[in-house]
């Protein structure tokens, strides 16, 4: 008789994609993906970077968990803000984008970094 143990289920490797470099005024700083392609996360930064930009919000259609933070550099002056999407398939895309056009940070009113900002379910976050 043979016995079979449970193996877990391994999580997809995240990856760094490439051949983003801006998208609606925001420098793309460094963009991730697990279990979701390079593509649908270029897509995704996108549409994301166009939101932030026009509404000042983020309305990612099939996201089922999402999260932002700010990194702020005191020697350089700069921020980066850090966006990650979870789906329900166990993907994940993370976003870090730096502010265009002379904005300091993406979204206005980004919590800090001692205090993130999380959500559950589809939609707008504002």
């Given at each position: 008789m043979l016995a079979l143990a449970a193996i877990p289920a391994q999580a997809a490797a995240v990856r760094t994609c490439a051949g983003v470099g801006s998208a609606s005024g925001y420098k793309v700083v460094k963009l991730q993906a697990s279990g979701v392609s390079c593509?649908?996360?270029?897509?995704?930064?996108?549409?994301?970077?166009?939101?932030?930009?026009t509404t000042g919000g983020v309305d990612v259609p099939g996201a089922s968990s999402f999260s932002l933070?700010?990194?702020?550099?005191?020697?350089?002056?700069?921020?980066?803000?850090?966006?990650?999407?979870?789906?329900?398939?166990?993907?994940?895309?993370?976003?870090?984008?730096?502010?265009?056009?002379?904005?300091?940070?993406?979204?206005?009113?980004?919590?800090?970094?001692?205090?993130?900002?999380?959500?559950?379910?589809?939609?707008?976050?504002?």
């Amino acid at each position: 008789m043979l016995a079979l143990a449970a193996i877990p289920a391994q999580a997809a490797a995240v990856r760094t994609c490439a051949g983003v470099g801006s998208a609606s005024g925001y420098k793309v700083v460094k963009l991730q993906a697990s279990g979701v392609s390079c593509s649908k996360a270029r897509a995704v930064v996108r549409a994301v970077a166009k939101d932030l930009r026009t509404t000042g919000g983020v309305d990612v259609p099939g996201a089922s968990s999402f999260s932002l933070s700010t990194v702020i550099c005191t020697g350089c002056g700069s921020t980066t803000t850090v966006i990650s999407l979870g789906y329900a398939s166990g993907g994940k895309v993370t976003i870090s984008l730096r502010g265009g056009s002379g904005t300091s940070t993406p979204a206005p009113g980004s919590p800090s970094p001692a205090s993130p900002s999380t959500g559950t379910g589809g939609g707008t976050i504002v």
